[in-house]
């Protein structure tokens, strides 16, 4: 056996975290952000076209701007996953330690609230109700599994850490200044 592969962050250690991180991304954010979108837009015969009415396209401008912060809100959320927390944003696979650096300073679930702009991002796009519906479904369930499921485990993973996240850190609606997370389980 190659020796690097033996050593924490060799090249079969690396291999294993790409294949963890893709399957964890193909599982969830890629079905909710990609796939029903699809399936939504061929059921419905939804086609994107260029807006040319100004209400219509402020709506598409919006759509894209949302779409744009969404993936970028994702994907520093995700970042962090894998930097700090080593783990993957799956349930069955999560972070192995509590993540409270770059957006999550600022609110708890910043990779849900990316996932929601996309969403909404892609229904002003298409101007698609079917599109909306998504995404509110999908904010909703997300607004009942946070709060009944996730924070509880994430309390019992990191007593300590967590609370003190949780007094300072807001759910859903960011803080205007990042919190500076000091001491712990969590990652500063």
Do not use: C, K
Not at 69 to 80: K, N, V
Not at 117 to 133: D, I, K, N, Q, T
């Amino acid at each position: 056996m190659d020796r690097r592969s033996e050593v924490p962050g060799g090249g079969q250690a690396r291999l294993i975290n790409i294949i963890r991180q893709l399957l964890a991304i193909a599982a969830l954010p890629f079905v909710v952000a990609v796939l029903v979108p699809l399936w939504l837009a061929r059921r419905d015969a939804v086609r994107f076209a260029i807006a040319r009415s100004a209400p219509h396209v402020a709506g598409q401008l919006l759509g894209v701007a949302l779409l744009l912060a969404g993936l970028t809100l994702f994907a520093s959320s995700l970042q962090r996953f894998i930097v700090d927390g080593r783990g993957t944003l799956a349930p069955w696979d999560p972070p192995r330690r509590l993540v409270v650096r770059g957006p999550y300073r600022y609110v708890r679930n910043p990779m849900i609230s990316g996932i929601v702009f996309v969403l909404f991002g892609e229904a002003l796009v298409l101007g698609s109700v079917a599109h909306l519906w998504w995404a509110t479904i999908f904010l909703a369930v997300n607004a009942l599994y946070i709060p009944l499921l996730e924070e509880p485990m994430l309390a019992a993973r990191f007593p300590e850490s967590y609370a003190e996240y949780r007094r300072n850190v807001p759910r859903l609606f960011p803080r205007l200044r990042p919190w500076d997370a000091s001491g712990g389980d969590a990652a500063a």
